[in-house]
Nanobody, 120 residues
Framework: VQLQASGGGLAQAGDSLRLSCPVSGFDFSNYHMGWFRQAPGKEREFVAAIGSGSYTNYADSVKGRFTISRDNAKNTVYLQMNSLKPEDTAVYYC???????????????WGQGTQVTVSS
């Protein structure tokens, strides 16, 4: 299984970035996928998830600013991030997920993340 997030970089507050995560090694179209992030000195946290269909779910902190999407033909999950804030600074990861107890449980090992740094 490979999960390799990319598309991060330096941004200013209010800018947009689009993260991509091509995956391989499993039947992508049959799995829910999620984005998570980890800021320096903080626990890793949930950002967004998308079902194997079109269902989406977001953390309150990004709702209305971030959009998760997927392209099953390309085995890729995306995260469009608009109106970026300094508090969005973190390493972002994509993962397979399953719904669990009103939240999301990750499946497997964490892949390579991508750094997003937002300056004010």
């Amino acid at each position: 299984v490979q999960l390799q997030a990319s598309g991060g970089g330096l941004a200013q507050a209010g800018d947009s970035l689009r993260l991509s995560c091509p995956v391989s090694g499993f039947d992508f179209s049959n799995y829910h996928m999620g984005w998570f992030r980890q800021a320096p000195g903080k626990e890793r946290e949930f950002v967004a998830a998308i079902g194997s269909g079109s269902y989406t779910n977001y953390a309150d902190s990004v709702k209305g600013r971030f959009t998760i999407s997927r392209d099953n033909a390309k085995n890729t999950v995306y995260l469009q991030m608009n109106s970026l804030k300094p508090e969005d600074t973190a390493v972002y990861y994509c993962m397979k997920v399953v719904p669990f107890a009103g939240s999301w449980r990750t499946l497997g090992s964490w892949g390579q993340g991508t750094q997003v740094t937002v300056s004010s």
